[in-house]
């Protein structure tokens, strides 16, 4: 086992494995990985902090078997914040990545995938954004999810509420409408989410579903509603995918998500790490609007 | 054909009496539409709501009340109401003669012909009298228990009768408030001329309702499925009043 | 007092555009009455109801529809409207000037008036001017709502007012009264010609100028009467106080939705 220390912020940390291949077929290796993260940090710290972290730790790399950690592992360093959090099997103790060393201390454990919900750990049942989750059916793909996301778009604007667009690094796309005004519960947002979904049903009936039922779903967008749920959580804007290539969950602007739909090329809507890492020393943070536009959910009855 | 006879009655003054029938003279043709919901386009019914309640209140529920302040109402009972209108009478008496010209368009509210009844004598007579005086008989009658205010005017050879709004009803110009603005003989001139070149007969004929042409093939293109291009309204730049005369001169070499 | 603006364009004729705002020009004099009710005199208001849902409709869930068939509608919008004659729903444009006293009085509708808006005053003024001193209207059409009217524009007092045209075509034709009358048999030529001298004679000597004021509404004098009659007699009701309700933006997010996506599909 190769080990070495390093130092983050002054702290030390001791990162084991470093030349073991987590994606092999595509050659991208665990220091690959916290080099990924290292360069990226200033972007997606601020979307992790304070949320309790679900880690989905690939230790013997994509290809192998993951698994799921909510719990904050036992033996972490005394200087990784936490937060108690009430799960159903009662209170928890769950990681919250709000530094770059705890970051790097959570890559070494192979979590590939960061996951957070969409609710700060302190404040549980008020969500800061509502999610759309288009996840496209058999016979569809991503650009199938774009259309749908553009339109979706245009309805959000009608009223009055600005949304942002991600991939999700696989085959869908995320569509994130910011609230963070601490008043809609997520009982608030899953019923906007559904009715919206259902709506766009109704009006497109040959490219959206809004049923969960894979029959239902074939050459159709599924609009996933029901992500907004404090149970659930959500791949973390920045965050790799464990699949065969170390692709990101990236932020699109509405105008490129237009022009890549015309292009009709599916790969351009996949992000690669290296791309990731030089369009947000370009860009900067597409998504630092989804952290602090206040927006208000329309009332309703 | 002009439409069903409304009334019957006596035209009288002095020691005259002209037996007229009184027959609407307009009919009104317009687009209908209805209100409905915009969720699943079921029509809409009007409905009485109960401000306090906010229910729906059936017709044998409701009383009919004179708001004398806030709140505060004289109930009335419709059965005194219709006893409080005059009687019906047959007479349509004529007060006075006006020249025509004296009475602006403003006060008219509804014409009706009226056409003569039994005899055409004095019909004939009154509506030539009318005619080579210039004048209209300002006079009052009673039907269906309200009582009018009228012009008896003549229109070609038929005697005509114009309702009028009384005098309290039409809002003075001076509540207006009006500002005085000076203009320059110069300017009334030139005006007076353009407007002496831009003057034509009244043909009403000439002027259709295009609109509602229009408004039919709209409808008709939405049927159809057809997408609609929905167009700007044109809004015109004022004059500049320091402009105006130039802007009239450049009128006068149009049209000249 | 400051009258109700109805709607506010621009007057133009030739090369001259005036900033007016139309406004009313009459008021009903008559007595109105509240529908209260019975049970606690509180007053009733009409409303738009669903019969399907059984509820009231709130002002922006109701939409103006023409019936194509028996149930079956076609959605019209405001800007459909709006746009169907672009050109006239600003601006009055006048076409012709016409002698007020050859437009027949079948042909007035409702009156207006017109006054003007700001830096409009003197090109207003100089058509007042000019308007009353030839005796001559301006005819325009315009659109006004969803409907498109020929208007007389005139000079009424020192105003402008704008006077609602009935279209030829509404007027019913007196083809049939003036068949019966004009014509008269020569033998009754002469007791005729008596009567119309006759007629003339009195028609002189009852010639005034015309003052409306002259006149009053009697059945509005015998109603107020009664009234006053009746508040001596039995007193007055009391309607119950309404709260004033706090909705706070409550809407049917359906609905929202809905009209939302069908703004969405209408800019794809």
Not at chain 1, 18 to 26: E, G, H
Not at chain 2, 157 to 164: A, D, I, R
Not at chain 3, 148 to 175: M, Q, R
Request: hydrophobic content about 40%; proline content about 5%.
């Amino acid at each position: 086992m190769s080990k070495k220390i390093v130092e983050a912020a002054g702290r030390r940390l001791s990162l084991s494995n470093l030349n073991k291949d987590l994606y092999p077929s595509y050659g991208f290796t665990k220091a690959h990985v916290l080099e990924y993260y290292r360069r990226i940090a200033d972007s997606i710290l601020p979307h992790l902090k304070d949320r309790a972290l679900t880690l989905k730790r690939y230790p013997d790399g994509t290809e192998k078997d993951f698994f799921f950690e909510k719990r904050c592992p036992v033996h972490r360093p005394a200087w990784v914040k936490t937060a108690k959090v009430i799960h159903n099997e009662g209170p928890m103790t769950v990681c919250l990545v709000n530094d770059l060393e705890t970051l790097i201390w959570v890559e070494n454990l192979a979590s590939l995938e960061l996951h957070v919900p969409l609710a700060k750990a302190g404040s549980p049942e008020t969500p800061d954004s509502i999610v759309f989750d288009l996840d496209p059916g058999d016979k569809a793909n991503i650009l199938d999810c774009a259309k749908v996301a553009l339109i979706l778009r245009d309805l959000l604007l009608q009223m009055q509420l600005e949304s942002y667009a991600k991939t999700s690094g696989k085959k869908g796309l995320h569509v994130y409408v910011p609230l963070n005004r601490k008043e809609a519960t997520f009982e608030d947002t899953k019923r906007f989410s559904k009715a919206v979904a259902e709506v766009l049903q109704r009006n497109y009936p040959e490219i959206v579903t809004a049923k969960m039922a894979k029959e239902s779903r074939i050459k159709k967008v599924f609009i996933n509603w029901s992500q907004n749920d404090s149970a659930k959580t959500m791949i973390c804007i920045y965050s790799l995918r464990a699949r065969e290539k170390p692709t990101v969950s990236f932020p699109l602007e509405w105008e490129e998500l237009e022009i890549l739909t015309r292009q009709r090329d599916p790969e351009k809507l996949l992000i690669m790490h290296s791309e990731a890492v030089s369009r947000v020393g370009k860009n900067g943070d597409l998504f630092q609007e989804v952290l602090t536009k206040e927006q208000k959910m329309p009332h309703y009855l | 054909m002009s439409g069903r006879t409304l009334w019957k009655g006596y035209i009288q003054f002095g020691n005259i009496n002209v037996p007229v029938k009184l027959h609407t003279a307009v009919k009104e043709d317009r687009i209908q539409f209805h209100l409905l919901h915009k969720r699943d386009h079921v029509k809409l019914h009007q409905q009485m709501i109960c401000a306090y309640e906010k229910v729906p209140v059936p017709a044998e529920e409701w009383a009919k009340g004179f708001e004398l302040e806030d709140r505060k109402y004289i109930l009335i009972d419709p059965a005194e109401l219709e006893q409080a209108g005059p009687e019906d009478g047959r007479m349509i008496e004529v007060h006075e003669f006006v020249k025509t010209a004296q009475i602006d368009p403003i006060f008219l509210e509804r014409m009706y012909y009226l056409e003569p009844d039994t005899t055409l004598k004095g019909y004939n007579a009154l509506a030539g009298a009318l005619k080579e005086t210039g004048t209209a008989g300002i006079c009052t009658w009673t039907m269906r228990r309200r009582s009018y205010l009228g012009a008896l005017q003549i229109n070609g050879k038929v005697l005509c009768l114009s309702t009028l709004r009384y005098a309290d009803e039409v809002i003075a110009v001076k509540s207006l408030e009006l500002q005085k603005a000076p203009v320059s003989e110069k300017e009334l001139k030139i005006a007076s001329d353009l407007i002496s070149q831009l003057s034509a007969s009244f043909q009403p004929q000439k002027f259709e309702n295009e609109h509602q042409k229009k408004l039919q093939a709209l409808i008709d293109k939405k049927a159809r499925g057809e997408k609609i291009t929905v167009l700007r309204p044109r809004h015109l730049k004022p004059t500049a009043p320091d402009k105006l005369l130039e802007v009239l001169e450049a009128s006068m070499k149009k049209v000249a | 007092m400051a009258l109700q603006e109805i709607w506010n364009g621009t007057v133009s004729f030739s090369l001259v555009a005036i900033p007016v705002k139309l406004v009313r020009a009459v008021e009903t004099g008559r007595v109105s009455f509240r529908m209260l009710h019975r049970k606690d005199y509180s007053p009733l208001a009409r409303r738009m109801y669903c019969p399907k849902e059984e509820k009231l409709v709130p002002p922006d869930e109701i939409v103006r529809g023409y019936e194509i068939t028996p149930d079956k509608y076609i959605v019209i919008t405001e800007k459909e409207l709006e746009s169907v004659s672009p050109e006239r729903s600003r601006t009055i444009e006048i076409l012709e000037f016409i002698d007020i006293k050859d437009v027949a009085p079948v042909y007035y509708d409702h009156p207006y008036y017109l006054v003007p808006s700001k830096g409009g005053e003197k090109a207003y003024r100089l058509l007042v001017e000019v308007m009353r001193r030839t005796n001559k209207a301006g005819l325009a059409k315009f659109v006004l709502r969803e409907r498109e009217y020929l208007v007389a524009v005139k000079s009424t007092d020192g105003a402008l007012s704008l006077i609602t045209l009935h279209y030829s075509g509404e007027i019913l034709p007196d083809e049939d009264l003036l068949s019966k009358v004009g014509t008269t048999r020569s033998r009754e030529e002469k007791i005729e010609s008596e009567e119309k001298s006759r007629m003339k004679k009195i028609i002189k000597e009852m010639t005034a100028d015309f003052n409306p004021d002259k006149y009053a509404d009697e059945r509005r004098k015998k109603i107020m009467k009664l009234l006053e009659k009746k508040a001596k007699d039995k007193g007055t009701v009391e309607a119950p106080e309404i709260e004033e309700e706090v909705e706070e933006g409550v809407v049917d997010l359906v609905a929202v939705l809905e009209e939302s996506m069908r703004k969405v599909k209408e800019h794809r």
